[in-house]
């Protein structure tokens, strides 16, 4: 009978191999146990003795730094204070300190002072071991050289330090090696006669003839070999771990050069190999290692039967996510992935259905709210042939397809001419639909008779109820009457909007602005009073004109308006609002419009004889 082909369950195949995985796993981490143990804690060792000995080594260049430098800035301080300075007062200074050699240095580099007759007159840049002084002519104030020896006798070891003096230039001081080990033997010995590497290892310090300066067992003035160290140096170099056995007992040791001293570290033997034998150890690095092999052959794994195809499925995802709804989902390596597969493709085809339903829908319910708004707003222009007292025009623009800018203007009575501007805070529907409710409001108060101010406070109070939503409206307001030109107004937190007069430029006309309308209960708004004369134009804009951005992030800005709409000298009301909106348009370029913009410009002719 032949068997059906069927695919493999990825729970099962799983099992299987991450049992043959975990054997053998743990058959390696057994295998290198020892081996792993042993080498951490040789290197725990090396790394312990290399510690102390630079520990010891940097504790030591210190001392000898500051002791040195302690002499140069005392015989600095007294060639400060000499009148003149030769090399015939530097003898009692050197008998006075107790040093080897004194070098006065003038600011271009030259021994003119010393106690080296053959050093006068030599200039310090030509020697490398003297050339680092001049760092005392660049700004430093101090420096010290490590103990060396000297250039032009390498048999003579000797430590240098350099202050510099009041008048210029610097003073080198020299002292040899006997100096050198009386000044900081004793220091020496504080620093590493109670060190200890480790628990149960030492510090002991020779000098250059092996002889031991500081040892925990006494031995300091006997040779090092006393201990059971011996060290031929053209055979084991610094730096490098050699065995010995040191008062009896297996050691590890390491030494150092410096200063003058050989600095060398011991380590037992023993102790080094404690953490390897100490089970708590060896369990927690088994455990480290077997957990962290398990980990990374799991990872591999899981990543070549599972992961791979769910990064397939994630990147078919992905680009649905970002609207390519055309991806097709093909991962077909397991049963489960297969189902998945087929899953994901039908929703899809059934979620492009419902979105090409869901956008036409849209865009007609847009189409025609957008034009239900620009129809309740004056589009005719001239609005009123008839009355030559004025000239006006008016034009809005929605960053969206519905917007919360509004402007407009009607007769209240015969002579009175209402016209505004205004600002619902947010955009599209929501602003669009609160934009309504205020037009209407403030038409139909201004429409009753009411002073402007009044009008502001009816409105403010009927915006305010039931406002759950936060929103808030900016207007400005004007009644003019348009034959004597008076003209009433108020500010309801809008933009000042410009004023020409007609032998002058364009102002902003700046008053205390009230509140925001719909912003708070019981506001009280402040009428204004201004006479226009024939020939004044009056623009009013929201803060989409202004706060117009191109693509470096800058805005068009106030200062731009102005001096646009003084370039406009002549022009009509129309011509006036084009001339804005084109040059807006220009500075902005390329960058997508953020916000509504909304413009009204009035000219006052004043009565004309009919």
Known sequence: MRMKNKKTKLSQSFQRWLLILVVIAFLATTAFLWLIQTRLSHNNAVSLLELNLSDVRQDIIDASDAHLLKLARSIADDLNAMESIDSACLPALVTQYDVTEINVIDENGFIFATTYPDFLHYDMRSGAQSGQFMVLLSGEEEYVQSYQPVSYDASISRKYGGVTLQNGGFVQVGYGAERFQRDIDEFVVGVTRNRHVGAGGCIIIVDEEWNIVSDRHGNEGKNLDVTGIWIDT?????????????????????????????????????????SRNVSVGVTTAMQIVVFAALFIMIFVLVKRLVVNSIYQINDSLSAITQGNLET?????????FDDLSNDINTTVETLKRYIADAAARIDAELAFAKAIQHSSLPSVFPPYPGRKEFDIHAAMFTAKEVGGDFYDFYFVDEDTLAFLVADVSGKGIPAAMFMMQSKTLLKSCAESGMSVEQVFITANKKLCEGNDAGMFVTAWMGLLNVKTGHMTFANAGHNPPLLRRAD?????????????????????????????????????????????????????????????????????????CEAVKSDVDAFVGEAEQFDDITMLCLTYHGEVAR
């Open 234 to 274: 053209a055979a084991v170099p610094e730096n490098q771990v050699f065995s010995a056995e040191v008062y009896g007992q297996d050691c590890y040791c390491m030494y150092k050069t410096t200063e003058g001293y050989r600095i060398v570290a011991v380590m037992p033997q023993s102790e080094a190999a404690l």
């Open 328 to 336: 097709v989902v093909n991962v077909r390596s397991h049963v489960e």
């Open 504 to 576: 002058g430029s364009f102002e902003f006309l700046k008053v205390r602005a009230g509140f925001v309308l719909a912003g708070m209960e019981d506001i009280r708004y402040r009428a204004n009073e201004l006479q226009l004369s024939p020939g004044d134009t009056l623009y009013l804009y929201t803060d989409g004109v202004t706060e117009a951005t191109d693509t470096g992030e800058n805005l068009y800005g106030d200062a731009r308006l102005r001096s646009l709409l003084n370039r406009q000298q002549g022009a009509g009301a129309k011509d006036i």
